[in-house]
């Protein structure tokens, strides 16, 4: 994984609450074992009519809109537990998603997958729902090291919350294999210092 650094980005807004991963990846694209191409069927069934075509009126059709970080309304990520939806986010070039709150295993597979899911409350949410409507081009700045985001329309900001372990692989960009062998050496020296029973 590319290790995390801070970013300033404009965002793209998307103010639906309960997006469950169905909506985020639609079933009929489980089948693929690799990751390429999941970016771009992220959202289909929201982003393409029954013949392929893009729907104007979806905010990822709209070229006002681009980004590295996706701001979308309360409860992102519920129903199955399927990775691929992370997939699909990381695929189409997102590394923050915004919500005032993700659901659990979606949460997980984003951080496993090198994206930052940022928790921030009702009202900083709606703050940069507004400020998009005012600007499409307003951007936002988060800090992992610091576990800050900034709205930079408005300076206001707000902390949000971490596992220490994945904000640490975030930043040295591992995922949990490359943690392990990274620590090769401490884990050899541990079995070496143990004495073993036969």
Known sequence: MEKFQTITSTYVPLPIENVDTDQIIPARFLKATTREGFGDNLFADW???KEGNPKADFVLNNPIYSGQVLVAGKNFGSGSSREHA???????????????????????????????????????????????????????TVNLEEQTIVNNETGNSESFEINAYKKACLLKGLDDIDFLLS????????????????
């Open 47 to 49: 982003r393409y009519d």
């Open 86 to 140: 992370a997939w699909a986010i990381g695929g189409y070039g997102f590394k923050v998603v915004v919500s005032s709150f993700f659901a659990d295993i979606f949460r997980n597979n984003a951080l496993n997958n090198g994206i930052l899911p940022v928790v921030v409350s009702d009202a900083f949410l709606s703050e940069l729902f507004a400020s998009s409507d005012k600007n499409p081009k307003a951007t936002v």
């Open 183 to 198: 620590n090769k050496d401490k884990i050899e020296a541990f079995e070496q210092q143990r004495a073993y029973a036969y």
